[in-house]
């Protein structure tokens, strides 16, 4: 994919989160793992100013994959992700239609194990160091994670919001079902990762976002 430079400023980071799959928590490595609740994240909302090279302030740096920004300090995280989830064919598609979308996305970094999509921002929230484990006792990387949002993110709104308003057993959701049962299921056999039959699980610290353990 071709990738250009931007420093730019992010939309406000208001609106209520959506599509959750980690659990709040701001330890370092080796914190104790956090069950995921059923009920949204709390994200961090606290934003640093970079000054940018003609003086004045901007919100940060940001790499463009089409329609999706991605902060420039967090590249080569998105990246090795990104190559990993290419190997699955439904992922695939997930990450084109991302970067084909009408409207712009937007990738923060976040350290807490909080990964969700926000539809009122249109903002994607990933931790690359946050891996889960099922509770059937498989494992999930942080990249399947991504994948996860980033498939909540692809699905056009009024879908997403009936989806996300019909509540389900174990799954909380339609929407969630949706994409655990399909690009997530989908990768995770590909990937050799583990497979989720609910909406749950325990997170842990890895290394990178690749990793399993």
């Known amino acids: 994919m071709r990738l250009t430079l931007a420093i730019d400023v992010p939309d406000a980071l208001t609106g209520v989160v959506a599509g959750m799959r980690g659990a709040p928590h701001a330890g370092a490595a080796g914190a104790p793992a956090v069950a995921v609740p059923a009920a949204p994240d709390r994200i961090e909302r606290g ?74 921002n249109r903002t994607v929230y990933w931790d690359p160091h946050s891996a ?25 709104g009024r879908r997403r919001d009936t989806l996300t308003a019909h509540r389900l057993p174990a799954y909380d959701n339609a929407e969630e079902r949706r994409v655990i049962r399909g690009s997530e299921r989908h990768a995770a056999r590909t990937l050799g990762e583990g497979v989720r039959t609910d909406h749950r699980g325990t997170c842990y610290r890895v290394a990178s976002p690749t990793a399993l353990r």
Do not use: K, N
């Open 132 to 156: 889960l484990r099922t509770t059937q006792g498989g494992r999930q990387s942080p990249a399947l994670g991504l994948g996860h949002e980033l498939d909540h993110a692809a699905e056009p």
């Open 47 to 120: 934003e640093r100013t970079y000054a940018d090279p003609l003086g004045a302030y901007a919100r940060g740096r940001y790499v463009r994959h089409g329609a999706l920004r991605v902060p420039a300090t967090a590249e080569r995280q998105f990246e090795s992700a990104v190559r990993y989830l290419s190997r699955d064919a439904a992922m695939r598609g997930v990450i084109a239609r991302v970067e084909r979308a009408h409207a712009r996305l937007t990738l923060r970094i976040v350290h807490d194990h909080g990964d969700a999509y926000d539809p009122r």
